[in-house]
């Protein structure tokens, strides 16, 4: 089964069923972004919307990309903000969504699910504005590196999503090599147990001015 067809699954269950990397991620967000003005902002990976409305809170318009349909139609019936368009759209595609660069792009909890970093990093620094950020929390690549993937229980059993291992290096050459520098790097633990593995990782990066 595609991600795609996975998430059209999860849709269901995802907000109802206890998450902690879900749970963990929205708070890590609010606090990496809390003083990061941005007027306009491109969330890729919306889901059912556990951020959008927090983002639209800060902006004056927010572009929310999935590429599950069924996730965002969760998200529609939870809010119908003026200052947000919902697009279903593959972000590994040529970015035909929008013409206007942001002064945000988010990413929480998707490039776990997509092969080549190349890709997506590349288009975010050609859509973000000179001075813009660009915000990512993922699955730390430690639990990774313990087995830990993006999973949800049917009546058929447990599905296990298709997932791509990311180390860190990959995400800061990325950055590097698309004109985005390194602001900011945390690593997440459940109940801030830093005797754990860390749960997840955020990075903001923000695109370097021209001059
Ligand atoms: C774990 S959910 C995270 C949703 C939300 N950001 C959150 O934190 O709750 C991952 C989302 O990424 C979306 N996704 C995966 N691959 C994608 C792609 N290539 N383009 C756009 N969205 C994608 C999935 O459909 C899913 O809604």
Sequence with gaps: MSVQQHYN??????DAVENKTRDLEKNAGQRVLADIAADSIIELGCGTGKNTAWLASKASHVTAIDLSEEMMQKAKEKMQLPNVVFQQFDITQPWSFTQRKADLITCSLILEHIENLEVVFEQVSSYLKENGHFYICELHPCKQYSGS???FETTDGTQVL??????????LTAAAENDLSLVQLNEWFDDDDRSTLPRLISFLFQKRSVS
């Design 149 to 151: 993937k993006a999973r």
């Design 9 to 14: 699954e999860w849709a269901a269950t995802y």
């Design 162 to 171: 298709e997932c791509f291992t990311h180390h860190i290096t990959d995400f």
